[in-house]
């Protein structure tokens, strides 16, 4: 589902620059879920921006679903986004002042859903997620878990094939953190290729990981 | 089920005005009244300018005017005969007009009176004017005077009723008042007293060969350059204006050459030009931020573009639309306050309604004033943000 060679992503910061990524390589399988671990800042964010088509590597190649898309025009990468990735960010970022069924149906406008359906279908997942007596309240009205889980529902509404999540209990409660793993351990089991990036033990223990890397110098080990 | 997705982003658009009304109450007022006064300025500046147009049907094809050291004096009765001579002169018709200032208690007026002649003028044909009450004046008539339909209400003139005119030069007469008429141009229902030639003459002081001008009507007036050329070739120290020349004079008076709408559109462009500044100095962070997480959930940078569009065109037409609406219902509610500084010389003519005219072309160039840099001012910064990946334009925050 997911191959990635020799991909390298450099920083310019300044006169400096800095080395994220250096010739790391990986393989996904459909239907698997993959854990990428390593402390804060060791590039595990910029690994799934790439893979989610946020932004291109300096050099190497991604492939998703056999399309090499690290080269891909970004009309193209756009079109990728909006139907086989779903990504959850860690800060969530959503759109303050929008309602959470608003926030969650944003990705069908473009392609010409009205707002009826768009409601419809977000309120499938926010119920779903067990947010249906919040949908209508504004998110930046919600707590931290709730906006997160908004954020999930935002990555499924397109139903993507793949995932992404960059640290997804890192900003919530103990008590939430177990409703996000049984969501994505739900997921999982649907068929879905989950792609995580955590340092959290408690994820790695809970969801049915099919492997899992730590970073290490740039490359995954 | 699906719909076009242009439907879709004018309700998000809708939306998102909605979600920051202080952002977009800083856009829309500003724009509302600039775009108020632009359109009180523009209307009536074309209402004056098509009310000025409306005059010209009631002159004479040809005025001619005698000149002296570059300054209009009296014409000679003797050049009457010599014009009449030329090929397709239809009639020469003299008058003998002139500026009444007259002291009222709200200050000095002004009246134009004009003499002519009743017998040498095809009255409904060459004077575009029609007579409500009483009767036009016939060529027996001595010192009697028709006058507009608003100078009779705001004298309370009748028929019969004697005018005892005496303006601040020094010249007076009486008059009597056979008539009231209305014409397409309101100044002249307002200010024009329309009398015998001799009446005008005693009043004025000029002698019996000499008038103000001479209306040379034409069997066609299409030729009235060559026939204007012709008289102009034969004699000295005379101009010749055709109504073609008058329209040209009037048009740059008020178009190009108007200088107090001039410095007016100005002062409105640089109110757009501010509002484009702070539109586009205050999106930046939040329109980065947002343009990033459309991106990221598959929005298309052309969608997003699209969208702010959308944005700033509910604001601006808004903006442009309430304003111009207020514009047309001030003016129709008579102008209150403003009206004397936007006629400019209301201090001088009498009282009369604030002309107004509403051209489609005025409202295009309100539209592309008031919207189109507004919308560059959105559009520019967003298609650049655009262009940032989604990744850089979330990170920034």
């Given at each position: 589902m997911i191959r990635i060679n020799s991909l390298k992503k450099i920083f310019r910061q300044g006169a400096k620059d800095i080395t994220v990524l250096s010739g790391l390589d990986l393989n996904v399988k459909r239907g698997e879920c993959v854990i990428i671990r390593g402390p804060?800042?060791?590039?595990k964010t910029t690994l799934l921006n790439i893979i989610g088509c946020l932004t291109r590597p300096t050099d190497g190649e991604v492939f998703i679903a056999d399309k090499r898309?690290?080269?891909?025009p970004e009309h193209f990468r756009c079109q990728l986004r909006r139907s086989k990735i779903g990504f959850v960010f860690q800060q969530f970022n959503l759109i303050a002042g929008y309602t959470a069924v608003d926030n969650v149906g944003i990705p069908l406008a473009p392609l010409g859903i009205g707002e009826s359906d768009r409601r419809r279908r977000a309120l499938f997942l926010l119920d779903f997620l067990g947010l249906a007596d919040r949908a209508d309240f504004p998110v930046n009205e919600l707590s931290g878990g709730e906006q997160q889980r908004v954020a999930m529902a935002r990555a499924l509404i397109n139903a993507p094939d793949i995932i992404i999540a960059d640290e997804?209990?890192?900003?919530?409660?103990a008590q939430t953190s177990e409703k996000v793993i049984d969501i994505l351990t739900r997921l999982n089991r649907e068929g879905k290729t989950l792609l995580i990036s955590t340092h959290d033990r408690l994820l790695i223990e809970r969801l049915p990981v099919t492997s899992s890397h730590e970073f290490n110098a740039g490359r995954l080990v | 089920m699906t719909s076009s997705k242009h439907h879709e982003f004018w309700g998000i658009a809708g939306r998102n005005v909605l979600r920051f009304p202080g952002h977009a109450l800083t856009i829309f007022i500003p724009l509302f009244i600039a775009m108020g006064l632009a359109s009180v300025m523009t209307f009536i500046k074309d209402g004056m300018y098509h009310d000025a147009l409306k005059s010209i049907?009631?002159?004479?094809?040809i005025t001619i005017q005698q000149m002296d050291s570059g300054r209009i004096g009296h014409i000679n009765a003797s050049l009457s005969k010599q014009i009449s001579?030329?090929?397709?002169?239809?009639n020469v018709s003299p008058r003998i007009w002139g500026h009444v200032p007259v002291a009222t208690a709200k200050g000095i007026v002004t009246y134009t009176m004009m003499g002519i002649d009743p017998g040498n003028i095809t009255f409904g044909n060459k004077l575009n004017l029609k007579i409500e009450n009483g009767r036009f004046l016939n060529p027996a008539d001595r010192h009697c005077a028709v006058v507009g339909k608003i100078f009779a209400q705001q004298n309370n003139v009748k028929i019969g009723t004697k005018i005892f005119l005496k303006d601040t030069l020094g010249n007076e007469s009486e008059f009597s008042i056979i008539g009231t008429f209305a014409c397409p141009a309101s100044i002249f229902n307002a200010d024009l007293i329309l009398t015998d030639l001799q009446g005008a003459a005693e009043f004025f002081g000029y002698n019996n060969s000499e008038y103000s001008d001479l209306g040379v009507h034409l069997k066609d007036p299409a030729q009235a350059a060559l026939v204007s050329g012709m008289i102009l070739a034969d004699n000295k120290n005379i101009r010749a204006l055709t109504k073609s020349q008058l329209s040209e004079m009037i048009r740059q008076a008020y178009a190009s050459k108007s200088g107090i709408f001039q410095l007016m559109w100005l002062i409105i462009l640089l109110t757009i030009f501010l509002l484009c500044w702070a539109q586009t100095s205050s999106i930046g962070l939040r329109m980065k931020q947002e343009i990033g997480l459309l991106k990221a959930v598959g929005w298309q940078t052309l969608d997003i573009i699209e969208l702010k569009m959308f944005e700033v065109l509910i604001i601006g037409l808004a903006g442009l639309l309430t304003g111009i609406l207020f514009g047309i219902i001030y003016l129709y509610l008579?102008?209150?306050?403003?009206k004397d500084y936007f006629l400019g010389w209301a201090a001088m003519y009498p009282q009369f309604p604030v002309p107004i005219y509403i051209e489609w072309s005025s409202l295009f160039l309100l539209f592309v004033v008031g919207v189109f840099p507004l919308s560059v001012a959105t559009i520019f910064p967003a298609w650049l943000m655009g262009t940032i990946e989604p990744d850089s334009a979330i990170r920034s925050l």
């Open positions: 804060s800042g060791c590039g898309i690290s080269h891909l997804p209990i890192s900003n919530i409660d | 049907t009631m002159l004479p094809d001579s030329y090929e397709n002169v239809q008579g102008a209150p306050l403003l």
